[in-house]
């Protein structure tokens, strides 16, 4: 028979071993589900990107064909070696690429050449160029000029005289209207007037004259033809 020194000795072993037991069985479960959810977490997580440390290269926009066909990107050129070519002024470049002589009428037929001979002109001869063409067709400036006379001149009917830069004159005749004034400067190209039957005329026509510096007339279609106009 045990003593009770013994007894209570071995009651408390057993009660150490139950106890643990017990400890264990209650923990057990909350231990697990812990783990369970620390497993779930990390298979749902992912690893997060570690910084690129190579600076982004700045990029451009625009489009170009790879060499497999894919459109890549191309970067910007540096700007301290970027050139550009040279822009020309927009009024130099209209100078440039206006002709310095137009024919005065776009639409005409040539009804008297310049010399003819006959009683219709006071002369005995004619002085101009006669381009006949529809009422009312515009009438320009042969070139540059500046306007000496504008308005009824007899046997011109409503006429317009040019002076150019080189003293030369030409004379627009026959005219229903003009649409300039005495000393306005014109342009090549400019609308002076309009095409009539005024004066001393038979049907609706342009009479062309051009005079020379020395006040002699010659001929209208060769000088145009001259200075790159011709009729």
């Not at 970027?82 to 002589?101: I, L």
């Not at 381009?131 to 009438?139: D, R, S």
């Amino acid at each position: 028979m045990a003593s009770p020194r013994s007894a209570r000795r071995a009651g408390v072993v057993l009660g150490a071993l139950t106890g643990g037991v017990l400890l264990s069985s209650v923990l057990a479960p909350s231990v697990s589900a812990d783990q369970d959810r620390v497993l779930a977490w990390e298979r749902t997580t992912e690893p997060r990107p570690l910084p690129d440390p190579t600076p982004a290269v700045p990029t451009s926009t625009a489009l170009v064909e790879g060499p497999a066909g894919i459109d890549e990107a191309t970067p910007d050129p540096d700007p301290a070696t970027r050139t550009e070519a040279p822009r020309r002024p927009a009024r130099a470049a209209r100078a440039a690429a206006r002709p310095s002589t137009v024919r005065p009428v776009s639409f005409y037929r040539i009804s008297a050449g310049y010399g003819s001979g006959g009683s219709r002109w006071s002369s005995g001869r004619h002085t101009g160029l006669d381009l006949a063409a529809p009422y009312g067709t515009v009438v320009r400036a042969v070139a540059a000029a500046r306007v000496v006379a504008a308005g009824w001149d007899g046997a011109y009917g409503n006429a317009v005289v040019l002076q150019h830069a080189d003293g030369t004159r030409t004379r627009y005749a026959h005219l229903s209207s003009d649409s300039v004034r005495v000393g306005e400067r014109v342009r090549v190209g400019e609308t002076i007037g309009q095409v009539g039957s005024t004066g001393n005329a038979t049907g609706n026509h342009l009479h062309l004259e051009v005079i020379t510096p020395s006040g002699s007339f010659t001929d209208p279609r060769s000088w145009l033809a001259r200075h790159g106009a011709a009729v």
